[in-house]
């Protein structure tokens, strides 16, 4: 993809938190391709469409790069290191416990509602970034469709098993939310800094979440009681100034 | 036998009942004032009752649960129709249904409890469809509405979010539901009273998001 040139002299803050936010969505991708591959290793009948889906991961990582170095933006590799570090340690043992299904989950919902909510907020900034709109709004298609894949999948896995999905997805999504929703509450701030709205994106994050628990089969307060609670601690953690993780 | 009997609440039950006649006591007279055709025979004799079993506030005073409750007490208390809809209508009969609901489902309150709960939500019902009807006639849309909410209810929601820690170290254990558990359940049935009212889902998600951030 093709991206156009430009360069801006913006305020120290901005500067700062456009470095973070950019480093997570750049190492952030890789973590899902990382994640794609090794579901891909587990069921050999998905390995095809999934290690598509990890090139495309990989590939919006590359675009996010290349749209950065254009914009005088350095993707904070430390600042998502320490972000994705307990992502990648819970999905390392997924795959060691060889649970297809918890991987899915934390792709699925935890790690592409986190990238959805932020990439839709972002657009409404992108042209603040030449170049950075059609990079993710592209992303953003690709997300989407991801998602519609995993959902397929996990709704044909629990066909008349919904008790067996909602253990599940509890027991993932506590430590996942843990660190996503965490996460989420960590750059609550940049996002503000950016002229974004951290709290709409958190919003939009919880919403989306909710949404795709229904459309797997909870019932709609259940998922709304769930996400909620889940949380709660980390609102509370972000109103007293701490970090979440 | 409810409605004369003194009841045999444990002290943590007299705790609860004694804010909860509190914030129903403020409820009445609220509607009394600004919205009379919700001041429901239900709501009188739920208020009668509590008041017979929990006349004063000696189990309140003394805890760290007093200042946040009277904290929300005064930011519930107004002199208008619209905001009695929202913040008494809406809002906090949302949050005692959640409650009444919860102490119906809980093994862990004694029978006394139970008999007043299941009163609570009678009261409750009471008053459901005509408040959400008033609200769709005063108001308007669901934009509208959802504009009213928003500029209103804030201060509420965060003062409410306030008692949280302190209402863990009172009953958490003792009734095995955490502040989390019981948000979960209130913001649930909010949110989907919001969508009967026509509110947009995600906008007030994301209201309720930055309210419990503290933004």
Known sequence: MQLSTACAVRPATEQESINKLMGLAVFGEKVAAKIYLLMSELKEEYAPILTKFAQMEAQHGAWFMEASRKNDIEPDKEFADNELGYLIYQVDNHFKARSFESLAVVQGFIVESLAIATYESFLSVAHKYPGTHEVFKKALEEENYHVDWILRYLRLRFFDAEEDFRVLAERVNIQGIDCMGGTMMNIADYLDKVGLSGADCAGAMMDGYTQLLEKVGFEQKKATKHVVNMFMPLFHKYRRGEKTK | ????????????????????????????????????????????????????????????????????????????????????????????????????????????????????????????????????????????????????????????????????ENLDQHFSEKFNISFSDLMGEFVAELVSTSIELGMERRKVVAYLTSTLMGI
């Open chain 2, 1 to 164: 036998m409810l409605s004369t009997a003194t009841l045999q609440l444990n002290e943590s039950e007299t705790l609860l009942w004694t804010i909860l006649r509190s914030f129903e006591t403020l409820a009445l007279q609220q509607y009394e004032k600004n919205i009379s055709s919700l001041a429901t025979t239900q709501k009188k004799e739920l208020i009668n009752l509590l008041v017979l079993q929990v006349p004063t506030n000696a189990a309140l005073e003394s805890t760290s649960l007093n200042q946040p409750v009277n904290d929300l007490l005064a930011v519930a208390t107004n002199d208008s129709e619209l905001d009695s809809l929202i913040i008494q209508g809406l809002l906090l009969e949302v949050l005692g249904q959640t409650i009444y609901q919860n102490i119906k489902e809980n093994d862990n309150f004694t029978v006394y409890t139970h008999n007043l709960g299941a009163v609570g939500l009678k009261a409750r019902e009471s008053i459901k469809e005509n408040t959400h009807k008033l609200i769709v006639e005063k108001i308007g849309s669901g934009d509208q509405i959802y504009q009213a909410f928003i500029n209103i209810s804030r201060p509420v929601i965060k003062s409410l979010d306030a008692l949280g």
